[in-house]
């Protein structure tokens, strides 16, 4: 049955293909699409369509609002027990290493603007950075600036910490809990089809250890964020499978804030030779997410990942956050070759980057309340 939206025109011209026309009217209905027809739309369906049906599923959501938040990065540490391949920023692939005591990293936070909402803490996992310094981390930035929030440590270095600890998920959630952690990054996830995890990352926890993690956090009313490491070797099967485990887990918990897609960058590891897809695979990527992760409230583009301008052409493929304006404490992507080598932005820049795009800025807090 055909819907009079906006839309109707576009349904009415896939005629040729029968299988979009199907998937389209889903779409526009607000009807879960089914990982077959995700990958069918990761196969074959063109930019055009797909960008016009992510911003259909964005648009019913938000409007033309962009959101993003003012915060900065902490990376306590590059030094890490893991040899994932794909990384450019542990000790082991840079020599470069750094080792943040924990009054540099007061010190950091003392340092940041006043009108900041969010830290976010995330880095290598240390050998000896444990369950109780990463506790009064948290502790004493809290002692400090009570309405920070704190979202700090992916599911990779949660599970070390756990089980150097002897502590089980929950308990060593709940310490964390406890000492003023607010939210989980989303790193750690990659990719989670075991085959292609054991090629690129062998030696770290499993798919089913991080989504158990962020499970157990969300029932904790802890709240977190998903991402996919996508562009390397995986294929388009295993990105759908990758989504549908996230999907489900939403569907029990609904604790995911938001996804975010993060692109293999080729600079400085041990799968440079794959080279980095093109722009158009990055707007297929973002569209096809927003599309079929129908319970995600948000889909957010890291700029510092993909560049200012590829992020404002994001907000026309599904993505309705481009962050915050970060400062240049964040070296992840630089390492790997992100054209930013200085990933910094202000409120301003911000503002405009989003409203050149023909969307209206938006600050948020990190529960994306808008302020
Ligand atoms: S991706 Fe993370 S866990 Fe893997 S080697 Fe790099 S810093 Fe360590």
Redesign the pocket.
């Known amino acids: 049955m055909m819907t009079d939206t906006p839309y109707s025109f576009l349904l009415q011209n896939i005629k040729t293909e029968p299988a979009f026309r199907e998937i389209a009217e889903k779409v526009t209905a607000g009807t879960r699409i089914s990982s077959e027809e995700g990958l069918y739309l990761f196969e074959h369906a063109g930019l055009g369509l797909l960008g016009t049906l992510a911003t259909l599923v964005k648009e019913r959501l938000h409007g033309k609002k962009a959101f993003y938040i003012r915060n900065f990065h902490i990376e306590p540490t590059n030094i890490?027990i893991?040899?994932?391949k794909f990384?450019s920023?542990?000790h082991n692939k840079t020599g470069e290493t750094w080792e943040m005591s924990l009054d540099e990293m007061l010190e950091t936070v003392k340092k940041a603007p006043g009108d900041m909402r969010e830290v976010h803490i995330t880095g290598?996992?240390h050998p000896t950075f444990d369950l109780e310094f990463f506790s009064t981390l948290l502790q004493e930035i809290k002692k400090l600036r009570p309405g920070l929030h704190l979202k700090a440590y992916s599911a990779?270095e949660l599970d070390y910490m756990f089980e150097e600890a002897g502590v089980s998920i929950e308990e060593g959630l709940k310490i964390l809990k406890n000492h003023g952690l607010d939210s989980i990054p989303g790193g750690g996830a990659e990719i989670f089809d075991p085959e292609i995890r054991a090629q690129i990352?062998d030696d770290?926890a499993f798919g089913r250890k991080w989504l158990e993690i962020h499970e157990t956090a969300h029932n904790l009313g802890i709240g977190s964020n998903a991402t996919m490491l996508y562009g390397h070797i995986e294929k388009y099967s295993h990105r759908i499978d990758h989504l549908e485990k996230l999907r489900s887990l939403q569907d029990r918990t609904a604790g995911f804030n938001t996804f975010i897609p993060l692109k293999f960058k080729s600079a400085n590891n041990e799968m440079s030779y794959l080279g980095e897809v093109n722009a158009v695979e990055d707007m297929r990527n973002y569209a096809v997410s927003r599309i079929f992760l129908d319970n995600f409230p948000h889909i957010k583009a890291y700029w510092p990942m993909i560049g200012k301008q590829m992020s404002q052409l994001a907000l026309s493929f599904g993505v309705d956050d481009l962050d915050g304006t970060i400062n240049d404490t964040t070296q992840i992507y630089s390492l790997a070759g992100a054209d930013d080598k200085n990933p910094v932005i202000n409120t301003k820049g911000l503002i405009k980057l989003i409203e050149d795009a023909g969307y209206l800025a938006v600050e948020r807090d990190s529960w994306y309340n808008e302020i």
């Open positions: 890490c893991y040899h994932c990384c920023y542990a290598g996992v990779i990352c770290k």
